[in-house]
């Protein structure tokens, strides 16, 4: 297996605009999440699915973050519109009820 | 929100020396999970210790989990200019992942 894929690896980005952020998990895991990375505030938890279900959303900043995983082998978070504010490294994990499995990350910027 | 929180937040030693670092977390866990990340790459796994375990070890790498102070520590032994990197604790709670803010080691040859 390939481990986890993310796409792009880069984006920049002029505010106001949407982006959508890409990640296929490894085959056969279960659960995906999904975070981001900043210097100030460290490695945060935006959203959490088991069995392509949302299980906890909590850490999704606002309205403008959206996140889907229509089946067990994608997943896309989306930011409309996107600021500043949103530019950081995301990451995207899956696993199987035990370790995860990082992606490489895609870094954003919002210019 | 962060469960996590490592102490030191930085460490720098000699290479051949050992790194400790801790972390402290905040609600009951299924098990504690330590990972390795280096400068602009993804997260790596290192170990796990499951909540009615004391004490692993893998390799140059040793945790303990005190359950009842809602603690672990990683201990690396030996260590190597490769093993500069950042150190990550996470709670695995419900299978949901939550990382604390990481400890920065660098070994200097």
């Known amino acids: 297996d390939a481990g986890v894929i993310q796409s792009p690896r880069h984006e920049v980005t002029e505010m106001g605009q949407e982006v959508t952020l890409r990640c296929k998990p490894i085959?056969?895991?279960?659960?995906l999440f999904w975070y981001r990375q900043t210097m100030m505030r460290g490695l945060e938890l935006l959203i959490y699915?088991?069995?392509?279900?949302?299980?906890?959303d909590s850490g999704m900043p606002e309205d403008r973050f959206s996140a889907k995983m229509p089946n067990a082998s994608f997943s896309t978070l989306k930011i409309q519109p996107s600021e500043p504010r949103d530019s950081a490294v995301y990451f995207c994990?899956?696993?199987?009820?035990?370790?995860?499995?990082f992606g490489q990350g895609t870094r954003l910027t919002v210019v | 929100s962060q469960q996590g929180e490592e102490d030191p937040q930085a460490l720098s030693i000699q290479e051949g020396e050992n790194a400790t670092m801790n972390c402290s977390y905040k609600?009951?866990?299924?098990?504690l999970q330590w990972y390795r990340q280096n400068s602009g790459r993804g997260l790596v796994h290192l170990i796990l210790?499951?909540?009615?375990?004391r004490e692993k070890h893998s390799g140059r790498l040793r945790v303990t989990l005190d359950t009842s102070k809602k603690s672990s520590s990683l201990l690396i032994t030996a260590s190597r200019a490769a093993d500069t990197a950042s150190y990550f604790c996470?709670?695995?709670?419900?299978?949901?992942?939550?990382f604390g803010a990481g400890t920065t080691v660098t070994v200097r040859a």
């Open positions: 994990a899956s696993s199987l009820n035990t370790e995860a499995f």
């Open positions: 085959s056969g895991h279960n659960s």
């Open positions: 699915f088991n069995n392509n279900v949302p299980i906890d």
């Open positions: 609600t009951s866990i299924n098990n």
């Open positions: 210790i499951r909540s009615n375990e």
């Open positions: 996470a709670t695995d709670n419900d299978y949901k992942l939550s």
